[in-house]
């Protein structure tokens, strides 16, 4: 998967917001469980969100509920987190990855992985 950073991550302040961009290059996530990760230098991975391939479906990690929104459009091959009330502990590389299952998608290796983008909220 190819991650579009183009509207993505950037430098933002304490309380801003950002849109982060996952578009698919090559393969269509119609049929793909989609989500977000993300890594700070020392840390696993952390789970953000997920949704289901037909967008019914949505979860979230307890550090960003109420704030990040996960979204997809299937015809436009493309998935979104839009971020609100961003913090300095959101401060992380956030890569897009691609499951076949939705079920426990927290928690899987995940089929497919994006390229990372990187998110600074400066306090």
Same mark, same amino acid.
């Given at each position: 998967?190819r991650?579009?950073?183009?509207?993505?991550?950037?430098?933002?302040?304490?309380?801003?917001?950002?849109r982060l961009?996952c578009?698919a290059?090559?393969r269509?996530?119609?049929?793909?469980?989609?989500?977000?990760f993300?890594?700070?230098?020392? %840390?696993?991975?952390?789970?953000v969100a997920?949704?289901?391939?037909s967008g019914d479906?949505t979860?979230?990690?307890?550090a960003?509920?109420?704030?990040?929104t996960i979204s997809?459009?299937n015809?436009?091959?493309?998935?979104?987190?839009?971020?609100n009330?961003? %913090?300095?502990e959101d401060?992380?590389?956030?890569?897009?990855?691609?499951?076949?299952?939705?079920?426990d998608?927290?928690?899987?290796?995940?089929?497919?992985?994006?390229k990372?983008?990187?998110?600074?909220?400066?306090s």
């Open positions: 998967l991650c579009s950073c183009a509207s993505g991550g950037g430098l933002v302040q304490s309380g801003g917001s950002l961009s578009a290059s090559g269509t996530l119609s049929r793909l469980a989609m989500g977000w993300r890594r700070t230098p020392g %840390k696993v991975r952390e789970f997920a949704i289901e391939w479906g979860d979230y990690g307890n960003v509920m109420g704030r990040f997809r459009d015809a436009k091959n493309t998935v979104y987190l839009q971020m009330n961003l %913090k300095p401060t992380a590389i956030y890569y897009c990855a691609g499951d076949r299952h939705y079920t998608f927290n928690r899987r290796a995940m089929d497919y992985w994006g990372g983008t990187q998110v600074t909220v400066s």
